[in-house]
């Protein structure tokens, strides 16, 4: 399985993959120069989702002998290169309403868009202490700065707002709040310990395994829905989407924090 | 009242070393080939070079004595480089002004008027400096340099930048700074012509170091010294008008030990020059000539006679106070049994007025 | 056209450009100056940290400065010690970032100006009774203005491109972080592209009438009366 991003090689738990994002738009493309070997699958998925990717492309390959790249970035991103034509067979979304755009627009194969995984939050802070079951520390304040996901433009940050607001301290925290470009970097946010306290996604604080959180419960925002799109019909393509569905991929993706569309 | 140097130079393999008493007035030039440590030595006097254990005194001023050393902006001195160096951003009026405002408080006023109109500025206040010339360029960074009130003035190669076509343009300049400056100038120079012109005192540089230090008109007449032995070796005469023979066109020019007549009609009298008298242009005889054409004869004596090569000798005259210096044939000299002591007649060809 | 939000952010840029400049100019001359006029054997090393800059990616400037602003960071240590807290997230942070950034687009000018100014006017200026202080300023930084002229311009215009060092430390907060090219990416991002354009259009005019003017404004007075 090969991986290339769009952004710096990380090798720390930080997944961070913001880029440089030119301001005119027809320029964007320069992702996979080479032509597409016969059977590779190129994948276009959201980072927030990498280290369940990873081991979906893995599994996959093993299966299926197709070789799967998998380009990861933001979902805003991915979506504006699809539009102009960049060469992705599937569209792995953090959100449901890019995949919906493009099957609107004509773009991609129809009747394949579904939620591959639904996401969940968590509040996270680098001090161990900090956090506890509940979030108590929420009502009192005591945080300098709380990072969140730009809620205009992430669905992590959308539910992070919702989150806030259905605990009744969105009025409080909004002053105090820092904003990442996707969820990714609010997490390095958090994670750098220049904001006490944030919302991320819940896999991300599954992997990196310090400091203290509190998973929050669905009820407190929609659902945070993941959905994707089959964008070529190549065969390869057409497998792999099958696969997202099966047993096995729903239980890989289940063990990386997310839930699966049936799940409630 | 005098300037007491005493330095060890090192530059790399280059080593001088000097050990100098010159006056505190009157202009005194350094003088030598190039590459003999000139323009280093000046260098140090204006601490722009700092060697350690150096003694540098100017006229009771104590500028560099062992740990002491002033930098050069703590000291009161005028410094003119061999390139004219002014100032790109600011005009002719803006460099003259940039000294003046910095100005020693206790330095001896030189009227900055005197100094423009001496050196005929008047005209190029308001100029770039890229648009004038290598010579008047060369005038306002004197101009500039004496504008701080310096108590010694030093001169490296003033003439060396300009073109030798223009260099007449500002010897005289040079000249008249000489004769109007009370302060004391240290000047650099390789031009045996310059020197000639300007120099009280002379400091003869080689290339192992100071051959001699001394007055201008010894130094130029010592048959020990490399000086004499150029092809255009000369005496240096100070003399005072005395009066003139308008019908023929001639001035009459007293000094010790004679008198010159010159054909030079318009000099005034009572003022005072200085003279260049070659030497091959000096013939000798025992008895004083009569119904001869040569105008100029002085009754002189032996000092010196010294072998020039196998053909010529060097005798060196003394007229009264005044030295001179004749090149005449080995044989000639053989004829005419010429030793010290002995009682002969000068004549003199030609005289150069100097200034 | 423009959204008073982005207008904002206009906003915003420029006086992180102007205060950024300003600071460059104040800590860069002085190093600058040393870098010309050193003749120390090792000023290639302070000489390779100033570029350093350049070729660095800016997200990767600005990962190692979020890092270094945080508690465990050296300037996060400062601060906190200073009584303060984290610069993150803060315009003095962005400035900070600013000035690691644009650091060698402002010091490379100038040192170049101040070694072609040449040793022989100071030595002259010296010999004028000028001290120091007077040479370096009535001398060397006139001499040099054509370096502190490009240091300013591409000091300043470099900061008002600035992005990758300030997504990974501003935080996006209007009026203190959310600098004009953070907005116009939020808006491509958010597929508001009439208002990136705008946006777009705006900071570009602006930077072109200053280069203009500061061009403009270099062409005269050569000569200097002091």
Known sequence: MRMSETGPKEDCHCAMNSRVIPLLLSGLLSLLSAPACADELRVAAASNFRAAADELAKRFEVLGGHDVVLVFGSTGKHFAQIVNGAPYDVFLAADSERPRRLEEAGVGIPGTRFTYATGRLALWSIDP????????????????????????LAPY????????QTLGVWQAIEPKLVMGENVAQAFQFVGSGNAQLGLVAWPQVLQFERGSWWRIPASAHEPIEQQALQLTDASAATAFIDFLQSELAMDVIRSHGYGVADDR | MSIRVRFQIERGTFRLGVDLDLPGSGMSSIFGPSGCGKTSLLRAVAGLDRYADGQCVVNGLCWQDGDLFLPPHRRSLGYVFQEPSLFEHLDVRGNIHYGQKRADPEGRRIALDDAVDLLELGGLMERSPSTLSGGERQRVAIARALAVNPRLLLMDEPLSAVDVSRRQEILPYIESLHRELVIPVIHVSHLPGEVAQVADHVVLLGQDGVEASGDVHDLFTRLDLSL???????SLVEARVAGTEAEFGLARLEFEGG???????????GRRVRLRVLARDVSLTLERQADTSILNIIETTVQELQGEDEARVLVRLLAGGTLLLASITRKSAHDLALEPGQRVFAQVKSVALLA | MIAEADLLALVLTLKLALVSTIVLLMLGTPLAWWLARTRWRYKFIPEALVALPLVLPPTVLGFYLLLALGPDGPIGRLSQALGGHSLAFTFTGLVIGSVVYSLPFVVQPLQDAFASVGRRPLEVAATLRASPWDRFFTIAVPLARPGFLTATVLGFAHTLGEFGVVLMIGGNIPGQTRVASIAIYDRVEGLQYAQAHGLAAALLSISFVLLVSVYALNRQHRIVRL
């Open chain 2, 259 to 269: 008198q010159f007549l010159v054909t030079q009609g318009g000099l005034r009298p």
């Open chain 1, 157 to 164: 940050g959308r539910a992070a707002k919702q989150t806030l």
């Open chain 2, 228 to 234: 004499a032995h150029e092809s255009r070796a000369s």
């Open chain 1, 129 to 152: 202490e900090l956090v506890e079951a509940g979030g108590e520390v929420l009502q009192t304040g005591r945080f300098r700065h709380f990072a969140i996901a730009n809620p205009a």
